[in-house]
């Protein structure tokens, strides 16, 4: 059974940070392609970011230089490292990891208050 869990959400003011965590059971971790997307109320799912199996990263216009990935393979774990939150960040974010199937994690609700 596959799993991804989220962890880290909550609510942080404007400016803040918050690291958010996904862990992975079920699949082979490091040979996966991991993504965090978001979804605000009433808006489509989008990509917030994504790391390659070999560590490559790219991002989303809206969230480039604040928001890092990273992966511990040793761990099963990506993270998001998100650092001056604005209330636009306000969404549930997902991790999906992504090869010839895609998988997804059940979110995690991230508030930012102005």
């Known amino acids: 059974q596959v799993q991804l869990v989220e962890s880290g959400g909550g609510l942080v003011q404007a400016g803040g940070s918050l690291r958010l965590s996904c862990t992975v059971s079920?699949?082979?971790?490091?040979?996966?392609?991991m993504g965090w997307y978001r979804q605000a109320p009433g808006k489509q799912r989008d990509m917030v970011g994504s790391i390659g199996i070999t560590g490559r990263t790219n991002y989303a216009d809206s969230v480039k230089g604040r928001c890092t990935i990273s992966r511990d393979n040793a761990k099963n774990t990506v993270f998001l490292q998100m650092n001056s939150l604005k209330p636009e960040d306000t969404a549930v974010y997902y991790c999906a990891a992504i090869s010839s199937k895609v998988y997804w994690g059940q979110g995690t609700q991230v508030t930012v208050s102005s």
């Open positions: 079920g699949i082979n971790f490091a040979l996966n392609s």
